[in-house]
């Protein structure tokens, strides 16, 4: 007689009663997390306590110690480039009406902006670029070339400062939102060629 099956099919049986993949890989995780937890809890106990808390006072110290010093010379840096801006602004356009003034602390930005000039307010003001006809490095904005420069004063000094923080920190709407260059309208340089400005305020000329 033949041999008569039992009924029972063990592959059929394993993978029955077989857990998921993804319930073994998450309990195989679980069991590596809480070995991990178990040796970590365990270097703590045998580690010097007093060298942890040291180093760890050490680090919090360098820390409030490395943002202060940012926090200085952010301030500082601010500082010099709202003198540079508010400079530029008095001795471009103190003789200009209010809107000439904003005009000209709006370009000087601009340039700021542009990858095509120095990226900080002072880099662009007192940018120098070499011209090959009077084969000599020639100042961006005239005034900073002369030596020693006119100490600015009064009425105009101070709107000059308040124009430059206003325009140094946007709190208004640029006029002027592209322009990057300018020049007064008793001059016609060779650059303004072909350009087709933008605006005219006061005495000058503004171009993109």
């Not at 050490?58 to 508010?86: Q, W």
């Not at 009064?154 to 002027?176: C, F, N, S």
């Not at 005219?200 to 503004?206: E, P, S, W």
């Amino acid at each position: 007689m033949g041999r008569r099956s039992s009924g029972y099919n063990f592959k059929d049986m394993r993978k029955k009663y077989r857990k998921p993949f993804h319930r073994r890989f998450t309990s195989r995780c679980a069991s590596l997390v809480s070995g991990w937890r178990a040796a970590a809890r365990i270097r703590w106990y045998n580690m010097n306590k007093d060298l942890v808390i040291f180093v760890s006072v050490l680090g919090l110290v360098f820390t409030v110690f490395g943002f202060i010093m940012y926090s200085v010379f952010t301030v500082r840096d601010e500082r010099v480039n709202l003198t540079c801006l508010a400079l530029n602004v008095y001795f471009e356009a103190r003789g200009e009406p209010v809107a000439g003034q904003y005009a000209v602390a709006e370009v000087t930005m601009n340039r700021v902006a542009s990858d095509r000039y120095p990226n900080t307010v002072c880099g662009v003001v007192h940018q120098k670029n070499w011209d090959t006809l009077r084969k000599r490095y020639v100042s961006a904005f005239s005034w900073t070339e002369l030596s020693p420069s006119p100490k600015p004063e009064g009425e105009e000094w101070q709107r000059a400062q308040e124009i430059a923080d206003e325009v140094y920190h946007r709190p208004r709407t640029p006029g002027l939102d592209d322009a990057l260059l300018y020049h007064a309208t008793y001059i016609k340089p060779s650059w303004a060629r072909g350009r087709t400005p933008v605006a005219r305020i006061g005495n000058h000329v503004f171009y993109r």
